[in-house]
């Protein structure tokens, strides 16, 4: 395994048999506890967005290298995802449990605007769409936690 696959299938996590981004976005989860816990929303929001940014890069030359638009096992674009998700999220068990279900099921069904940004071209669109979805699960466990839900 070379270095780009590496990084773009999360050591692989990518390939694991059922549910590769699911499992990434736990992966993702596990280190967003302690980050959240200890260095805070603009430390997790930072991670985040430094990992798009590298999301983007590293997509689009592992695309190139398969031959594949979207490879199904890039998952990098789902740790950016969750920890953009995460960083809304209170701290505790319930907040990051919602942040990881609605991420989950915005990535999965794909809703508007999400939809829109996965037909962006190359790395941008592999992680456009995940950023949206991470965006938008965030902003509602956000208005579920002010609303004092969580």
Request: contains cysteine; aromatic residues 14%.
């Amino acid at each position: 395994m070379n270095d780009t696959e590496r990084c773009a299938t999360v050591f692989g996590l990518g390939r694991v048999p059922y549910a590769p981004g699911t499992a990434a976005s736990f992966a993702a989860l596990i280190v967003a506890v302690p980050v959240m816990a200890l260095l805070g929303w603009v430390a997790m929001a930072a991670l985040g967005i430094v990992a798009a940014a590298f999301g983007i890069w590293i997509s689009d030359h592992y695309a190139l290298d398969t031959g594949v638009a979207d490879p199904k096992d890039c998952v990098i674009d789902e740790v950016a995802g969750q920890w953009l998700a995460c960083a809304f999220a209170p701290v505790s068990f319930w907040g990051f449990l919602f942040a990881f279900l609605l991420f989950r099921l915005f990535d999965i069904a794909k809703p508007w605007p999400v939809n829109k940004a996965e037909t962006l071209r190359g790395g941008l669109g592999i992680v456009a769409d995940d950023v949206v979805a991470g965006l938008m699960a965030g902003v509602v466990v956000y208005l579920f936690a002010w609303a004092g839900f969580l």
